[in-house]
């Protein structure tokens, strides 16, 4: 398939799990990939494994001189922006809420939060610079709809980020930008394994948190990035035209139990 030829797509969080995950399906499907990380290195050889020309930024998706850099960055090389996933997160540390740091609820609503409001902002306004449209995708999860112990950060933010996607959504969708959001259940990425570490706790076996969350899922296992991957190139794909706002649900079923 080429559903994607000559489209220009930005991803946050590209330099692993979820990210290049769909990075490299957007770049097999012709895309032009802009891939974006903090970190430089990780970036770097990211971007060579999604292959097709795909350019590495390293940018803080926290700040407006990050966002700046790598809206510009696409423009530069590849003159526009068409699809936009807005996926950069943190997890933060696992604490109950009353035992929680507020410069660790402070450090995750930065990227989980004003990183996506931000990347939103920008990119929009390219867009309707462009004048023909385009789709955001915002990474979500099923924390964006119920809460989870030991979470609360984390769990509030991606509750924002179905606030803010609704929220555009409105704004612009009569202007040919669909925003919507991806709300998976847990994945099988290296977030997933420091949540379970972390809620193991010292001297627990994170592989009976994973069981635990596994079993709560009516199909019994974790999604696989992959799986992930071929809901949010549907979201981007003319297949999805009346797709707009969310929660688009990838949960197998964990929200209906």
């Given at each position: 398939m080429a559903r994607f030829t000559d489209k220009v797509a930005v991803v946050t969080g590209g330099a692993g799990g979820i990210g290049e995950t769909v990075a490299t399906r957007l770049a097999q499907e012709g895309a032009k990939v802009v891939a974006v990380?903090?970190?430089?290195?990780a970036v770097t050889a990211a971007a060579e494994r999604v292959?097709?020309?795909?350019?590495p930024v390293a940018a803080d998706v926290s700040t407006e001189e990050g966002v700046a850099t790598y809206v510009n960055a696409a423009v530069e090389a590849f003159g526009r922006i068409d699809l936009f996933f807005n996926n950069a997160g943190i997890e933060g540390k696992v604490s109950s809420l009353h035992e929680t740091d507020v410069r660790e609820?402070?450090?995750?609503?930065?990227?989980?939060?004003r990183g996506v409001y931000l990347g939103m902002q920008q990119v929009i306004r390219?867009?309707?610079?462009?004048?023909?449209?385009?789709?955001?995708v915002n990474t979500a999860s099923?924390?964006?709809?119920r809460g989870f112990p030991?979470?609360?950060?984390?769990?509030?933010?991606?509750?924002?980020?179905?606030?803010?996607?609704?929220?555009?959504?409105?704004e612009v969708g009569d202007r040919g930008i669909r925003v919507t959001s991806i709300n998976p259940a847990p994945v099988g990425t290296h977030m997933m394994d420091r949540i379970e570490h972390g809620m193991a706790g010292e001297g627990g076996d994170p592989k009976e948190v994973h069981e635990q969350f596994a079993s709560t899922n009516p199909l019994g296992r974790y999604a696989s990035r992959e799986e992930i991957a071929e809901v949010v190139c549907f979201l981007f794909s003319d297949?999805?035209?009346?797709?707009?706002?969310?929660?688009?649900?990838?949960?197998?079923?964990m929200t209906a139990t």
């Open positions: 990380d903090i970190d430089e290195d292959g097709n020309g795909a350019r609820f402070d450090k995750v609503l930065a990227v989980n939060v390219q867009m309707l610079d462009q004048g023909d449209g385009g789709v955001i099923v924390a964006g709809l030991g979470l609360g950060p984390y769990v509030a933010s991606k509750h924002a980020v179905m606030g803010l996607t609704k929220t555009a959504a409105a297949d999805a035209t009346f797709v707009n706002a969310g929660p688009v649900l990838v949960d197998g079923g």
